[in-house]
Every structure is written in C-alpha cells, then in structure tokens.
C-alpha cells in the first residue's frame, strides 16, 4: 500500500484497479461482462494486476480461493452482474464456511436501474448477505476507494471470509476524483485477537491437571500460521494431537503424538482419544458434525476449553468449560508460557496412562490398506506414492468424495 492519498481525476472503473493496486492485489480472476466492462481497459492498462480468465464464473471464485490459501493473501474474482455475480454464490459460501479471505467484485446494472427487475438485474448484496462478512453497494464513484480498502481489512483481518463489493455500471463509467483513504475507520469492526490472560491461566490449570487430554487442532491454525507454536506447545506437553480435515498440515504426520483424523472418516486412536478424553484443548476447531457424529454423545467425560478467534463457534456446538476468543497463534504462544510456569511451580502433566491405552490402539488399529489380488494398483497407494515424490511442504488439492479421504489419510504415510 502506498502512502498516496492526494486526489487524482479518472473514471470510476480507473478508480476501482487503482484502489486494487493500492490494496497490493496482483491477481484477479474473473469473467468480462456488460455491467463489470467498463473496468476491463483500466485492468488490461494496469503493470501491477494480472487478470486470469476462466471459463465459468464459479471457477473465478474457487480459484481466487485457492490463490488466498496458498499465497496466504487476499485472493479476488471478479463477474458481471446479474447470472455473473450469482455464479460466485458457491465459492463465496465456501470461503465462509473454510475461513477464507477473499474479495469478490461484481458489476451492477445503473443505479437508477436497480431495484426494477432490470436485464441482467440481481440482488447480489441480498443473495450474499448470510455468506459474507460484509458487503457494499457502491452507486457513488468516489466511494469505490473507500469501499475496496475497507473490503480487504474485512477479508483479512479477525477470522478470515469473503467481502463482496457490487458497483453499479453508471459509477464505473463516471469521472471521479480519486483518493486512497489514509486509515481505515471501522467503529463497530474490533476482532479480539489477544486471549485473556485469565482464561489463559484456567486453561493451563486444567491441562496439568488432566489425565486424558488430546489437542483438538482445526482450520483455525492454519489461517493463522501457528503450526510452528503448535507444534512447540505439544513438544512440551507431550500431548496427542488430532488435526481436522482443515487443519491437515498443521501438524507433521510423522510425529509420534499425531494420532491422524478424528469423526467419521478418521482413524481409530483419533477418534478413541477424543472419545475417552477428560479435556479435549480446541484450538480453532467448530466441533462440527463429521467430527462429533450424534452431539450428546460425544466425548460424553470430557470438559472443553475451546479457543476460537470467532466469538460465535465457541458454545455453538458444545458448551465451553473455559472459553477464548483470540487469534489460534497468540491463544498457542500464551498457553505454551503458562504451562511453562506451571513446569516451573513444579505442577506437571503424567500422561502415561493416557499413551499405553493409545498406544494399544495404535497398534491394533494401525492405518492401512488392503492392496488388490488382481494386479491393479489401490488408489491409497498412488496417493501415498504421490505424497513421497513431492515432498512435504507440497500443496494439494482435492475435491469432495472418497479420494479426499484417501488424500486427508494417505498424502504423508
């Protein structure tokens, strides 16, 4: 972001990819279409944004997704109005669910048209509202600056999603004057990313105290690039670990206390450990139903500490014995110093008990899989040679269904 804030005259739709450039965007995904047109010249002008063109809205959406994940940036799609910006209802829907900082960009009939059922004509910021963090309908071009910074603090700030941003083709087309805000004033936005140090020192308590406990990790940790402090924290409790479908990665498969994935597709020692536990430590997770299964009956002895940077997810699913709401990586890295003073105060965690029954589970029930008598190859193990040859820092990529099982289980075994 530049410190440039001096008024400058240019179209809307110049304002809207200078606002981008400003914004550090070097990445758009998107279809042309007749209400988002008028921002194509400025882009293809633009030296700083590459535009990718895909064939289907939809796939804009999922691959600016896919970008943001990666790159650990603001991924950006961008449609038309009308079929264009409904195209990216389901990969809007999707960053919401997974937690991903996007902006989507939609071109929007003439303000005076809006509202009359108009060719083309869809209430894209109605339709999105319950799957976006926030989202703007900008009719006035001197408000696009405006809008597009305060659309990527949203994205990317407290828990992570999609922003949407709708600008009606006649502020596009219009002469504007353009000014990049200098601070972003949001007075009702204050994401709590620091726990309280109270709920921090209860937490430690409980886990020095417990004889079963297991680190129940989720996608939260890795949106917050806490599996370094992670990985620190069960070094020094010498606690187990399951890690979520979204959370995998977070955590090495080789480490002796990475038990695998809990619920109904995960691995026997994950799935006993959160079931036999007397404190399961969530750290970023939902408690969502392909962990839990039937609510009431899961983990029926444990008490929870559910640390979560969304204040909404912590008792949605399961009450929280001690709730904390902050960011997984602070929440990792105080817990970790507490626990050290309890160390320290001579008050320490004896886990032995807890790691014979697993262990017994583990080898009883060790991951694997039965090679066909036929002479054609299993999936697992095209997988799991896949996972060899690329190494462990790749990235992978699956869609839903039973290979994505295979992959979440097989990639690093």
Aim: with cysteine; proline share 8%.
């Amino acid at each position: 972001m530049t410190d440039q804030t001096a008024a400058t005259s240019m179209s809307g739709a110049a304002s809207l990819i200078r606002s981008l450039e400003e914004a550090g965007v070097d990445t758009v995904f998107g279809i042309p279409g007749g209400a988002i047109l008028p921002a194509y010249d400025p882009l293809m002008d633009s030296t700083r944004v590459r535009h990718i063109l895909v064939r289907h809205e939809q796939g804009a959406g999922h691959a600016a997704e896919g970008y943001a994940v990666a790159s650990g940036k603001v991924g950006v799609c961008m449609a038309t109005s009308g079929p264009g910006a409904t195209n990216l209802v389901t990969p809007i829907a999707d960053a919401y669910m997974d937690s991903v900082p996007m902006v989507a960009i939609t071109g929007q009939v003439p303000s005076k048209a809006i509202g009359t059922d108009a060719f083309q004509e869809a209430d894209i910021s109605g339709i999105t509202m319950p799957i976006t963090k926030h989202n703007f309908l900008v009719t006035d071009p001197a408000e696009i600056p405006r809008a597009i910074a305060e659309a990527f603090h949203l994205a990317g700030t407290g828990r992570p999603g999609p922003v949407l941003v709708d600008i009606a083709k006649d502020a596009l087309a219009a002469q504007t004057s353009f000014e990049w805000p200098p601070t972003i004033d949001l007075p009702g936005y204050r994401p709590v990313t620091k726990p309280h140090s109270k709920q921090i020192r209860e937490a430690a308590r409980m886990i020095v105290d417990a004889q079963k406990p297991v680190f129940y990790v989720g996608g939260g940790v890795v949106r917050s690039g806490a599996a370094p402090a992670l990985r620190r924290l069960a070094d020094l409790t010498g606690i187990p670990v399951v890690t979520t479908l979204m959370a995998r990665g977070a955590f090495p498969d080789t480490h002796p206390q990475n038990l695998g994935m809990p619920g109904m597709h995960g691995t026997v020692p994950a799935v006993a450990a959160l079931q036999g536990s007397d404190l399961i430590i969530a750290l970023g997770a939902r408690f969502d139903d392909r962990v839990t299964g039937h609510l009431p009956s899961f983990a029926p002895l444990a008490d929870i500490i559910h640390a979560d940077i969304d204040p909404a997810e912590i008792g949605k699913n399961r009450k929280a014995d001690v709730p904390i709401v902050g960011d997984a990586r602070e929440v990792i890295t105080e817990l970790t110093t507490a626990i050290e003073i309890e160390n320290k105060g001579g008050r320490r965690g004896d886990y032995a008990g807890w790691w014979q029954t697993l262990g017994v589970l583990t080898q009883k029930f060790p991951l694997g899989y039965d090679e066909p008598q036929d002479g054609s190859v299993a999936p697992q193990r095209v997988i799991q040679r896949i996972g060899q040859i690329a190494g462990p820092e790749a990235i992978y990529v699956a869609g839903v269904g039973q290979h994505q099982m295979w992959a979440a289980k097989y990639v690093g075994y």
